[in-house]
């Protein structure tokens, strides 16, 4: 059985798995595999591995050969090619004053088609920009639309934590976000301050937002009247990650406790309250 590798065709790009077939790779080695667009020069980002035993059967493209001094000199090319058409491109798009975003121009590595990514909040009449493009050029010009979150991963930049952003760094596709999450760990609600520089939610609110779900299980929300050692009182804020609450006390005196140290008051069937279990149990 064949081993499966992970390769990444462009920088910050999605990583795709082949099959690595009779080859010896590893963590760093430049290989030529054949995609749907036809042949292109990719990089081993996740080593080889043996695909589990009960693991469907995928259909995966086997890698075509390893990357000679020829396919490197030409990819080389093909980087310098794309920034003198995103130049073009963009001298032209000022021209025409056209309301769109350029974001990148990719070259296959045939040569045979060159690929134009922007961004626009409406559909653009584009057909002139392309007419200029492929008399400059003299090959298949493709306009593709994108949305905000794929252009600040293809763009990069820092996010808000002063670190690389997370859709460029080692995200390889983007998961739903709602302002639930945000609401779930007790963060500011304010726009600047949760989203990202897509401006779009943040896509870090995800990674703890099964945490928060699983330790609110079975507490006592904010502004719900409670029991501890110290009298009846009412939760005013949670600290899941000390495992305490704050408590308002009948007395007002506010005090920090522990979750453990905690019951809720339950109404019984005459409206009176009595206390419940605690909540882990």
Known sequence: MNKIVGIQLRK????YDFDSGHFVLKKGTKVVVNT???????????????????????P?????????????????????YE????????????????PMSLVAAERLFDG???????????????????????????????????GVRHQAKMVGGLGTCGRELCCSSHLNSFKPVS?????????????????????????CLTYEFDYYNKAKKG????GKTVDTPHGKGKVLRQ?????????????????????????????????QKKSGKKPNE
Do not use: W
């Open 12 to 15: 910050n790009g999605k990583i």
């Open 36 to 58: 749907e667009q036809g042949q292109a020069v990719g990089i081993v980002c996740l080593e080889p591995r043996v695909p589990e035993e009960k693991a469907p059967v995928r």
């Open 60 to 80: 995966l493209k086997k890698v075509y050969r390893l990357a000679n001094e020829n396919d490197l000199e030409k990819f080389k090319k093909n980087c310098k």
């Open 83 to 98: 920034k003198d058409t995103y130049d073009y491109c963009y001298e032209k798009i000022r021209e025409k004053k056209l």
């Open 112 to 146: 045979s088609k060159i690929i134009i990514y922007f961004s626009a909040d409406e559909r653009i009449d584009f057909r002139e920009l392309v007419k200029d493009l492929v008399q400059k050029f003299h090959t298949r010009i493709e306009m593709k639309q994108i």
């Open 179 to 203: 302002i639930k999450m945000a609401k779930q760990q007790n963060l500011s609600l304010n726009p600047s301050k949760i989203s990202g520089m897509c401006g779009r939610l943040m896509c």
């Open 219 to 222: 507490l006592p929300k904010v």
């Open 239 to 271: 600290n899941l990650l000390r495992n305490k609450m704050t408590v308002l006390l009948e007395s007002r005196e506010e005090i920090e406790i522990s979750c453990d140290e905690i019951t809720k008051t339950k109404p019984d069937k005459k409206g």
